[in-house]
């Protein structure tokens, strides 16, 4: 594919597509490209090492009670049957107001390997569990305060959930489409005393991510330009990242921007020392939430080469993953 026609691809989809503000139940990560695993099970063992990263996002900073969000994740492949599989596994927590979001999931995927092109194509689903909970104890009803339609205890329900997920990655680009939540997944909070009961349905939600890698005349400088298209079929996002990546003695330094249409612009920094990757990004909202409510997210992940099947002991060294 030539690349000039796929980065037109990646991002003429901002001008092809009427966004659509509104809050979904899936998290926003700003630093997506290093956390390919949250979005697409097909990502598992995708590449030959054990990859493990986690993230702590901190958005509308000044507002209270505002979102805090953690992930960790890992994954590593391994061989059956003269084939290749990958595994992985996640922890999600998000704290919004008086609700706390948390998921726990595995996930499996099937590789093929393409010798001729040294690309592979990952097939996955993801299997997990769901919880919500709703803490009324700050509630502040003012003279309703005995009202018998708000709960007064905490509540929460746990329903089982559903993903899948195709991944192809090249030498030189990646391609992946994920759909998660496809059970459309229904949590009841327990009953009022006025003999109601609360719900929370879950939308299904899409995720299509692109990326590329543009070797610059300067062997040490290379360009990713990246996107992310996230949809729950009511509302949309669009992220379109270029970053700059400098390599030096197997250490690499990064610096990018994200632009989200409607939303916000997001600066990013981060660099990858002996397999261990930090990154940080500051997103800056375009809305009438203001640039200082903006959000701050910490990376961290460590990549590490393996080998389960030979008898050569297992070899650490600086990984760069596009």
Same mark, same amino acid.
């Given at each position: 594919?030539?690349?000039?026609?796929?980065?037109?691809?990646?991002?003429?989809?901002?001008?092809?597509?009427?966004?659509?503000?509104?809050?979904?139940?899936?998290?926003?990560?700003?630093?997506?490209?290093?956390?390919?695993?949250?979005?697409?099970?097909?990502?598992?063992?995708?590449?030959?090492?054990?990859?493990?990263?986690?993230?702590?996002?901190?958005?509308?900073?000044?507002?209270?009670?505002?979102?805090?969000?953690?992930?960790?994740?890992?994954?590593?492949?391994?061989?059956?049957?003269?084939?290749?599989?990958?595994?992985?596994?996640?922890?999600?927590?998000?704290?919004?107001?008086?609700? +706390? /979001?948390?998921?726990?999931?595995? $996930?499996? *995927?099937?590789?093929? @390997?393409?010798?001729? %092109?040294?690309? #592979? =194509?990952?097939?996955?689903?993801?299997?997990?569990?769901?919880?919500?909970?709703?803490?009324?104890?700050?509630?502040?009803?003012?003279?309703?305060?005995?009202?018998?339609?708000?709960?007064?205890?905490?509540?929460?329900?746990?329903?089982?959930?559903?993903?899948?997920?195709?991944?192809?990655?090249?030498?030189?680009?990646?391609?992946?489409?994920?759909?998660?939540?496809?059970?459309?997944?229904?949590?009841?909070?327990?009953?009022?005393?006025?003999?109601?009961?609360?719900?929370?349905?879950?939308?299904?939600?899409?995720?299509?991510?692109?990326?590329?890698?543009?070797?610059? +005349? /300067?062997?040490?400088?290379?360009? $990713?330009? *990246?996107?992310?298209? @996230?949809?729950?079929? %009511?509302?949309? #996002? =669009?992220?379109?990242?270029?970053?700059?990546?400098?390599?030096?003695?197997?250490?690499?330094?990064?610096?990018?921007?994200?632009?989200?249409?409607?939303?916000?612009?997001?600066?990013?920094?981060?660099?990858?020392?002996?397999?261990?990757?930090?990154?940080?990004?500051?997103?800056?909202?375009?809305?009438?939430?203001?640039?200082?409510?903006?959000?701050?997210?910490?990376?961290?992940?460590?990549?590490?080469?393996?080998?389960?099947?030979?008898?050569?002991?297992?070899?650490?060294?600086?990984?760069?993953?596009?």
């Amino acid at each position: 594919m030539n690349r000039f026609c796929l980065i037109f691809i990646l991002f003429s989809l901002a001008l092809l597509s009427p966004l659509k503000v509104k809050a979904q139940y899936d998290v926003h990560f700003n630093q997506y490209w290093g956390l390919k695993g949250f979005y697409n099970p097909a990502w598992a063992g995708q590449t030959d090492k054990l990859n493990i990263s986690g993230t702590y996002s901190m958005q509308m900073m000044g507002f209270t009670r505002a979102p805090r969000t953690m992930f960790f994740g890992a994954d590593m492949p391994f061989s059956l049957f003269n084939k290749k599989h990958g595994a992985g596994a996640g922890f999600f927590s998000d704290a919004v107001g008086l609700f +706390r /979001n948390q998921r726990t999931w595995l $996930q499996y *995927s099937y590789k093929h @390997q393409f010798r001729k %092109s040294k690309s #592979r =194509l990952g097939i996955g689903i993801q299997v997990g569990i769901i919880n919500v909970a709703f803490d009324p104890t700050d509630i502040n009803l003012g003279e309703v305060d005995d009202d018998p339609a708000f709960p007064k205890q905490e509540e929460s329900g746990t329903s089982l959930d559903f993903g899948v997920g195709a991944f192809y990655s090249h030498p030189k680009f990646y391609v992946g489409f994920s759909g998660q939540h496809l059970t459309m997944p229904t949590l009841e909070l327990g009953t009022t005393e006025a003999g109601t009961t609360s719900k929370i349905k879950i939308d299904p939600m899409v995720y299509f991510t692109g990326g590329y890698n543009i070797q610059t +005349r /300067n062997p040490l400088v290379s360009i $990713q330009p *990246s996107m992310l298209l @996230q949809s729950d079929f %009511s509302s949309m #996002r =669009l992220d379109m990242t270029g970053r700059v990546m400098y390599t030096f003695s197997e250490r690499v330094f990064v610096g990018g921007l994200t632009y989200s249409p409607g939303i916000s612009f997001t600066f990013s920094l981060g660099a990858t020392i002996r397999g261990i990757t930090v990154g940080y990004a500051y997103e800056l909202y375009t809305s009438k939430i203001g640039v200082a409510s903006g959000s701050h997210d910490l990376m961290v992940s460590y990549a590490m080469d393996i080998n389960l099947f030979k008898k050569s002991k297992n070899k650490h060294k600086s990984v760069r993953i596009l």
